[in-house]
């Protein structure tokens, strides 16, 4: 199997979530006492949070170039970054290192348009809903997306940080974004994309209105396709 790095704590949430669907997965493929060989270094999320500025962005991208190289020199083989909202500044760290690195958003697009799905929804952080650097990975892939519901942005936001984040999941939350997958399925979107890592805390992936494509199942997928040399 090869080594694959993952650049994680953003949040331990998120990299905990990575950690058990990659080894299910590659336990799945191979045995069941089989473990993914996998680098993590779990950056500190305190200063990578609700980022806002060219100078806050550029700050991050940094560190996540720095833990690129890290990784790449401790023996990666490929890389994945564990957050959606930090695949902002894919560009710069894909440039900072000489091995592959697993774009979620791809892997997403890849998927839905092997299922032919024209329109869909993007629920996710502030940036992942309303900038185009995920949005447009999408588009290329064949894949029409609703515009964001204003109104719903901030308290999505405010859920994903506030409880999410932290290891909560409460039943408002599960009651709310029901509501909202209802509602996007009214407005004519024929399947929701989950971008970010912690919602399958409060929506259920397997069994809603719509179909789920879940980012970090895709994505784990992905990267245990490529620990067992699959791509």
Not at 153 to 180: H, N, W
């Amino acid at each position: 199997m090869r080594k694959l790095g993952l650049i994680g704590g953003m949040s331990w949430v998120s990299t905990r979530t990575y950690y058990e669907h990659i080894n299910r997965i590659v336990q799945a493929r191979t045995s069941r006492l089989a473990s993914a060989p996998l680098l993590i270094e779990s950056l500190d999320f305190t200063d990578l949070a609700r980022l806002s500025t060219a100078e806050e962005w550029d700050r991050a991208a940094t560190v996540l170039c720095d833990s690129a190289r890290r990784l790449e020199t401790a023996g990666a083989t490929a890389l994945i970054i564990g957050a959606n909202s930090m695949h902002r500044v894919y560009d710069r760290v894909a440039s900072a290192v000489s091995i592959p690195v697993i774009h979620i958003a791809d892997c997403v697009g890849q998927r839905m348009e092997v299922d032919r799905v024209k329109t869909a929804a993007l629920i996710g952080t502030r940036n992942v809903m309303l900038e185009d650097f995920y949005r447009k990975r999408l588009v290329a892939h064949g894949v029409s997306l609703l515009p964001p519901v204003m109104g719903n942005v901030d308290e999505i936001e405010r859920v994903i940080y506030d409880d999410l984040m932290q290891g909560r999941a409460p039943r408002s939350a599960e009651r709310m974004f029901k509501t909202i997958i209802t509602d996007i399925e009214k407005a004519g979107a024929k399947a929701v994309v989950l971008g970010c890592t912690e919602l399958e805390m409060v929506i259920d992936v397997d069994a809603n209105v719509l179909p789920i494509y879940d980012g970090t199942r895709i994505h784990a997928e992905a990267a245990a396709d490529w620990i067992l040399g699959a791509e």
